[in-house]
């Protein structure tokens, strides 16, 4: 089974703290995804990645980055958190080959007081 | 803007009735339409997906409607059970570098016992 795992369920950050978010995919895919869910708007695409140390924006970037050292890591960085991140964070994985399929971890409810 | 609209926004279904999301899209390149499903607390998992050269796929209970003229596509869930109750989100894809997915804002469907 693919598995897809993230750092931390919960986290409770301040506002203006440099939050890292952690994603390990443990199939060997090329692609990577971070996604963020917030209710009435679905998924939302921030960036992703093909390739290590490849990485494309998504349709909402602002206000993140990404690293891909490795191919089983994807970090999702945000450099000086805001309310307005407050939400799900989704880290998603495909191999690339032939199939679209994304596999999903399990969720970081992220809040920024 | 979303390129993948999604509706209704809820559903609440009788047990062993039918259970009908309906999206529709404005992107003819989109050649790849899946459907995945998420409960509370996991991330989505892939429920069934169809390519625009065909007007139907079933698998079990599930089963998606194609209409590649009108730009739609809709999940039937018959014989809907209180386990199907979930979020269930609609996607779709052009197969790009990443095959990034679109994703509609989803749907909470409660199936009532």
């Known amino acids: 089974d693919v598995k897809v795992t993230q750092s931390s369920r919960y986290l409770v950050k301040r506002t203006g703290e440099k939050v890292f978010l952690e994603c390990v995919q443990d199939?060997?895919?090329?692609?990577m995804f971070w996604y963020r869910q917030d209710p009435g708007l679905g998924l939302r695409l921030i960036y992703f990645s093909y390739d290590v140390k490849m990485k494309e924006k998504g349709d909402i970037p602002e206000g993140y980055s990404v690293s891909r050292e490795k191919k089983e890591r994807f970090s999702l960085i945000l450099e000086s958190a805001s309310t307005n991140q407050t939400s799900m964070y989704l880290c998603a994985s495909s191999s690339g080959v032939g199939s679209y399929e994304q596999y999903f971890g399990p969720g970081t409810r992220l809040t920024v007081t | 803007q979303q390129q993948v609209k999604q509706s209704p926004q809820s559903l609440i279904v009788q047990k062993g009735g039918i259970s009908i999301i309906n999206c529709a899209y404005e992107?003819?390149?989109?050649?790849?339409f899946p459907w995945y499903q998420q409960f509370p607390g996991k991330g989505p998992a892939l429920l069934i997906a169809i390519r625009p050269d065909v007007s139907e796929k079933k698998e079990g209970r599930f089963t998606i409607s194609f209409n590649k003229s009108a730009k739609q596509f809709s999940l039937h869930i018959m014989d809907s059970q209180p386990g199907d109750s979930a979020t269930y989100f609609c996607a779709a894809s052009i197969g790009e570098y990443g095959n990034k997915l679109v994703f509609g804002a989803g749907t909470i469907l409660r199936v009532k016992s």
């Open positions: 992107n003819t390149a989109f050649d790849y």
């Open positions: 199939m060997d895919h090329e692609n």
